[in-house]
T-cell receptor, first 111, second 108 residues
């Protein structure tokens, strides 16, 4: 069983569109994250969500909005996509002892 | 804000060699430091986690140490193998801050 899963794996879309990336974890963790990895492979946190408390990285544009329907899911919705949004987006969850588990990533390409 | 630097950015070694990867922090108030590996096109896999009260962790051929006074962590890989080829990243503060990564190639 996959611990942290993301869909879709690849997403190609045009500028101005709205898209969502889904994330699910079956580990029973309370804390989940979204990260962005740019073309230089630098990994940057976007959001952290812990038991209904959302911690937002202030550098993330408000076009990005996380949505958590329940503890096992943290989806990422992006409005008005821009070329600079092209990156790999990773979802992750964190266990009781702070160990972290990553999803396989979603490669977003904005044309 | 914590800034994390990893040196070297890239490393190529022959199989069997022991090697050390470095991670340094601008803020020595480090807690819950974690080392990961990332294979091309894949997500991150956790290797070792050093919690606030610990100084090192070991798993198989891997040993990670943390020196808060100098703001540094090292990952030691013994008897390297081609399968160790990957990018290695360190992260601090409950994975809020990631390093820039070290790309390791182990040559058979």
């Amino acid at each position: 069983d996959t611990a942290v899963s993301q869909t879709p794996k690849y997403l190609v879309t045009q500028m101005g569109n709205d898209k969502s990336i889904k994330c699910e974890q079956n580990l029973g963790h309370d804390t989940m994250y979204w990260y962005k990895q740019d073309s230089k492979k630098f990994l940057k946190i976007m959001f952290s969500y812990n038991n209904k408390e959302l911690i937002i990285n202030e550098t993330v544009p408000n076009r990005f909005s996380p949505k958590s329907p329940d503890k096992a899911h943290l989806n990422l919705h992006i409005n008005s996509l821009e070329l600079g949004d092209s990156a790999v987006y990773f979802c992750a969850s964190r266990g009781t002892f702070y160990e972290q588990y990553f999803g396989p990533g979603t490669r977003l390409t904005v044309t | 804000k914590q800034e994390v630097t990893q040196i070297p950015a890239a490393l190529s070694v022959p199989e069997g060699e022991n090697l050390v990867l470095n991670c340094s922090f601008t803020d020595s108030a480090i807690y819950n430091l974690q080392w990961f590996r990332q294979d091309p096109g894949k997500g991150l896999t956790s290797l070792l986690l050093i919690q606030s009260s610990q100084r090192e962790q070991t798993s198989g051929r891997l040993n990670a140490s943390l020196d808060k006074s100098s703001g540094r962590s090292t990952l030691y890989i013994a008897a390297s193998q081609p399968g160790d080829s990957a990018t290695y990243l360190c992260a601090d503060r409950n994975q809020f801050y990631f390093g820039t990564g070290t790309s390791l190639t182990v040559i058979p």
